[in-house]
């Protein structure tokens, strides 16, 4: 017999025992449809969990120099600059040169801690906020950027927009004050701990000791910074971008695993949450596919009575000439129909109800709702409701192809 008239045939064994069937689709209906809300209700909670911690971490990578290497001096150059501006990944390239020294304002004088960037970078990678002014750009020399600390409470006079402030016996202009930020109670308490100057890197290097300073700084050489400071383009694999960094900096600096002589430091990881959430749904889907083994325990009983329903049919049906084969073939697609209409059904219902979870969901974490179907899902309700109708029929089935006809006749 043609497989499409079995299969035709299969459907209306579902037809004549719609009630029957409707049960036995339900079951399957349920499964489905509690895998497929778990599943894209977990990844769209995990999306938006991860989404949040990514705007709480600073996408900075930073490059320091190390001191493992104990036969030359370790430090980092204008060459490490021009070796991460040639790769790809990378975005923005920054350079820090620091240092501390005396600010002097109104016939007062504090220590701060000195910061030198790169203008033309900064800006654009800085998280910082201003109070008021602006932030250092292309052609700024001799203008800094002081914290809110410096500007209102460092010296007897608050320090303005466009005003002199003397670093180091050298004349600077302040062009911007950043806002104060909360989240530094031990900053604003005073001290180089609250007094934070940025200014452009080459500007650093000219600084020369305060003559009544309490104590003593270094000399910075000129063309060495203390670390520098990258983020990678939008997308991009971050190990696998950092491997490539770091084979990039040792052949650029002749160095080994055993001689390595720089850090890299990457952002805090918060990916603990992500994996719980993770964990969580394989749990819960696990649960919910229970519901699907009582599904195929479903379709496998309504097949055994089914073929004791159908005993005679199938004894006339070998009597004229149908074969061992056709008839396993008959109620495999039988089992396989209910199977694939349950997953369908299974689909539309799991689609419906996830989504009243993703915007419950996105409502009160405060996200924006999107549509969510994990293609996963969509593959595991079709692929598992056909394999679980087969796998539910196939013994039944075996059996009614092994009726012999005269037995199968004889039966009521």
């Not at 064994?13 to 499964?31: A, E, F, N, P, Q």
């Not at 060459?79 to 790809?88: E, F, N």
Request: net charge neutral; hydrophobic share 45%.
């Amino acid at each position: 017999m043609k497989p499409l008239k079995l299969f035709k045939l299969a459907a209306k064994m579902v037809k004549s025992s719609k009630l029957r069937s409707w049960i036995t689709i339900l079951g399957i209906v349920i499964g489905i449809a509690s895998v497929i809300a778990i599943i894209s209700a977990g990844d769209f909670l995990s999306e938006s969990v991860s989404s949040k911690l990514d705007g709480m971490v600073s996408k900075e990578i930073t490059l320091t120099a190390s001191q493992n290497n104990k036969d030359k001096t370790s430090e980092l150059t204008k060459r490490d600059v021009i070796i991460l501006k040639g790769i790809s990944d990378i975005e923005y390239v920054d350079i820090r040169v620091s240092t501390r020294n005396e600010i002097r304002f109104a016939g007062g004088h504090e220590t701060a801690n000195i910061i030198g960037v790169d203008q033309n970078v900064w800006p654009v990678m800085s998280e910082e906020e201003l109070s008021s002014g602006r932030l250092l750009q292309s052609g700024d020399r001799n203008s800094v950027v002081i914290s809110y600390y410096t500007a209102k409470n460092a010296f007897n006079r608050e320090i303005g927009i466009n005003q002199m402030v003397i670093i180091g016996n050298k004349q600077f202009k302040v062009v911007g004050i950043l806002k104060e930020d909360e989240t530094q109670g031990f900053g604003r308490m005073g001290g180089a701990n609250s007094n934070i100057i940025y200014m452009p890197y080459e500007a650093v290097y000219t600084l020369e000791s305060d003559k009544d300073a309490t104590y003593s700084i270094s000399e910075k050489k000129s063309g060495v910074y203390d670390s520098i400071v990258f983020t990678l383009k939008e997308g991009v694999n971050q190990t696998e971008s950092l491997n490539t960094i770091e084979k990039k900096l040792m052949m650029s600096r002749q160095v080994n695993k055993d001689t390595i002589d720089f850090n890299l430091r990457t952002p805090m990881s918060f990916s603990g949450p992500e994996e719980i959430i993770s964990m969580l749904t394989t749990f819960l889907s696990f649960i919910a596919g229970i519901s699907l083994v009582v599904g195929i325990t479903g379709i496998s009983n309504t097949m055994f009575t089914t073929v004791l329903e159908k005993t005679r049919e199938i004894g006339i049906m070998k009597s004229i000439g149908a074969r061992n084969k056709d008839i396993l073939l008959l109620f495999v697609f039988n089992s396989a129909i209910i199977g694939l209409v349950g997953g369908f059904l299974g689909l539309i219902l799991g689609t419906i109800i996830s989504q009243l979870i993703v915007l419950f969901i996105a409502q009160s974490m405060g996200s924006s709702y999107h549509f969510v179907l994990s293609t996963k899902s969509v593959v595991i309700a079709i692929g598992c409701s056909l394999i679980a109708g087969i796998i539910a029929g196939i013994i039944p089935a075996y059996n009614a192809s092994k009726l012999k006809p005269v037995d199968a006749l004889k039966s009521d």
